[in-house]
């Protein structure tokens, strides 16, 4: 097995791999630990105030902060990573030496890039997987023991619940799952021939099935040509296709999301005609394009200090730090845009990898050959 290995991955890209991606760890571990220490700092006093117990601040909160942040910050990693472990080879004069033993940049590069597809792919995983699972418990806690406010209703509510049919709700509270003032009219070729009103509408939160609502006190005009049949009770078990989640938004929510519910949710709010899915649109292509920049910061981290320098690694490190912070703040920047400016989704989204592949092309042109 270690044969077939060694002829697969030649010994040099090993060696590179595990600088790589060990040094990688090595900067998550350290910087989030860091981050450990002032946030528990910072919000000891709630954690005391709200008696949060020590273990759902370490295993519902920490646990799910460190992956999260770990994976938001991580082209800030890679950057570090590639940029001190490869500074360190050509203090040694081992980038000299690879290039002076015939290996060219383009050949020294390989290794660079399988760490970095490691690392994309992990990240991918993660954030569209198991990261969104762990948010909805660390909000849950936050909620909880920390901020102590969460919006948890919502007045004046009007949504497309079906091509033709019209939900509007005056008053409704999500944490018993229960609407107010309810009204559902159906249209056909523009004309209304339904309309139902309810004083009291419940969610059933135990049913099998999904969409399932009780109508208290309900009242059913039905409307066919000039004759009207009014039909009244006190409570109808009733399907409405929508959810609590369509109801009340939350800040973060598209961010509890795994990335297959993102597109379901998408495609059922643009079905309704609603235009408040900018924010979950963007969250759905930042994390493609987020583990997609490694590649990216990869090639400019590893040109950057791939060539000896006399001051050291200070000047490469310098520059590294100062394009990763400013990667991640033209994806705050082009976010914002997206969500109150109408730029597009995808274009928010791949904007700071297209102007930091320019950059890339600029500085592997300058690499040492």
Known sequence: MKKILARLVPRLDRYIISKFIGTYIYSIMLIISISIVFDFNENLNKFSTY????????????????????????????????????????????????????????????????????????????????????N??????????????????????QLQVAPGVIAYLQ?????????????????????????????????????????????????????????EQIQTGGELDTLIMMEPMDLVYSTG????????????????????GSQNVVQYEVEYHKRIATSFASFILTL?????????????????????????????????ISATFAINAGMPAILAAWIPNIIYAVIAYFCYRQAPN
């Open 136 to 157: 909805v418990t660390r909000y849950n806690f936050e909620t909880k023991y920390k901020n102590k406010r969460r919006i948890t209703s919502a007045s004046n509510v």
């Open 253 to 272: 929510q598209q961010e509890t999301f795994t990335s297959p519910e993102l597109l379901r949710y998408i495609s059922k709010q643009q079905e309704r």
């Open 300 to 332: 400019i981290g590893a040109s950057l200090s791939a060539r000896k320098r006399k001051g050291g690694m200070g000047l490469s490190l310098g520059i590294g730090l100062a394009l990763s912070f400013s990667y991640i703040l033209l994806q705050t």
């Open 51 to 134: 008696h949060a117990p020590w273990s759902a601040i370490i295993f519902d909160y920490y646990a799910n902060f460190v992956p999260y942040f770990a994976n938001l910050f991580s082209p800030l990693f890679v950057f570090i990573a590639v940029i001190f472990f490869t500074s360190k080879l050509a203090g040694n004069s081992e980038i000299i030496a690879m290039l002076a033993a015939g290996t060219s940049f383009k050949r020294l590069l390989r290794p660079y890039m399988v760490s970095a597809a490691i690392i994309a792919v992990v990240n991918l995983y993660l954030g569209a997987y198991v990261i969104p699972h762990g």
């Open 171 to 227: 008053q409704y509270d999500n944490n018993i799952r229960r609407g107010y003032g309810f009204s559902l009219d159906k249209f056909e070729n523009k004309k209304l021939v339904s309309h139902m009103t309810a004083n009291v509408i419940q969610y059933d939160t135990i049913s099998d099935s999904r969409y399932h609502w009780k109508a208290i006190s309900y009242k059913i005009r039905t409307l066919k040509g000039l004759r």
